[in-house]
């Protein structure tokens, strides 16, 4: 994970924008994942604890474009959330 913070913009089913920070990215089984938080900036970035944070697999579109798409299976979901959570606990040391 680098220091400087990356911001992407998502739209959901409703047009309704919503900025997110790229907290992480990470390769868990060949594929690779994104950690974002909403941009909020009530949210102290020095917490330890994050109260909503979304996990999206990067693919590449028929463009080589990258592409998040949300994860459906909650066994892929647990193993990104399990890496993710020791690669903090291996920075922190």
């Known amino acids: ?3 400087e913070m990356d911001i992407i913009l998502l739209y959901d089913e409703n047009d309704n924008e919503t900025e997110f920070e790229v907290v992480a990215t990470l390769e868990v089984d060949e594929n690779e ?3 974002l938080l909403p941009r909020d900036d009530t949210r102290d970035p020095e917490a330890e604890e994050v109260d909503e944070a ?4 990067i693919e590449q579109d028929e463009n080589g ?3 998040l798409i949300g ?3 909650e066994e892929e979901l647990n193993t990104v959330i399990e890496a993710y959570e020791e690669l903090v606990k291996e ?3």
Not at 54 to 57: C, H, I, T
């Open 1 to 3: 994970m680098s220091d």
């Open 33 to 35: 994942y994104a950690i």
């Open 54 to 57: 979304y996990v999206l697999r």
């Open 65 to 67: 474009e990258d592409i």
């Open 71 to 73: 994860i459906d299976d």
């Open 91 to 93: 920075e922190s040391n």
